[in-house]
């Protein structure tokens, strides 16, 4: 038999018939109505499982936690297309962040990593650190923005007395966003 589990409120449920609005529910399959005795749903790891009702609140807060941090890793590598760059020259960032903040403060200031990339690419030196150093605005700024929001979400995790509380943590991440 499927049961519908209500998104918004895991409490909620219905048997039969199905909800017309199917899209507002999770659907899991049981042997019996039964099963549902002392149980709740709970999301792990991607997928909603039925748990016995006495799941210790530290095991919610704990895995809600990975959720967070997990999305949060996604959301920049996802924005900062990590994927594209290989590691070695993802290891220069730092550096060519360096080098542009300091080539910013003072033009004549020395950038070899910067000169090196901008020669063998065969661009101006001078294009590639402003270059180099709007791109690193611009992901301190995204860094920011994600840690914000993530740290909110784990203060709302530490402020959770419940189970109920702990998954009704929506976990989205978004730019310009304020999560109120």
Known sequence: MIVYFLKN???DYVIYPPPENVEDYYAISVNNES???????????????LIDDE??????????????????????NS????DKTPNFE????????AE??????????DTPVLT???LNRGVDV???????YQKSIAYSVLAATIAGQRQKFEDLLEQAQTIEEVQAIEVIYQLGATNE
């Not at 799941?55 to 807060?61: R, V």
């Not at 924005?79 to 990590?82: G, K, L």
């Not at 542009?100 to 200031?109: D, G, L, Q, R």
């Open 9 to 11: 409120n895991l409490k």
């Open 35 to 49: 099963e549902l005795n002392g149980k709740i749903l709970i999301e792990k790891k991607g997928k909603y499982l």
């Open 55 to 76: 799941i210790d609140l530290k095991e919610a807060k704990s895995s809600k936690l990975k959720e967070i941090n997990t999305k949060s890793q996604n959301f920049i």
């Open 79 to 82: 924005i900062a297309q990590i």
């Open 90 to 97: 993802r290891e220069t960032w730092l550096i060519q962040e």
């Open 100 to 109: 542009a903040k300091s080539w910013k403060a003072n033009p004549h200031a």
């Open 116 to 118: 090196a990339i901008a």
């Open 126 to 132: 001078d294009v590639l650190r402003e270059k180099a």
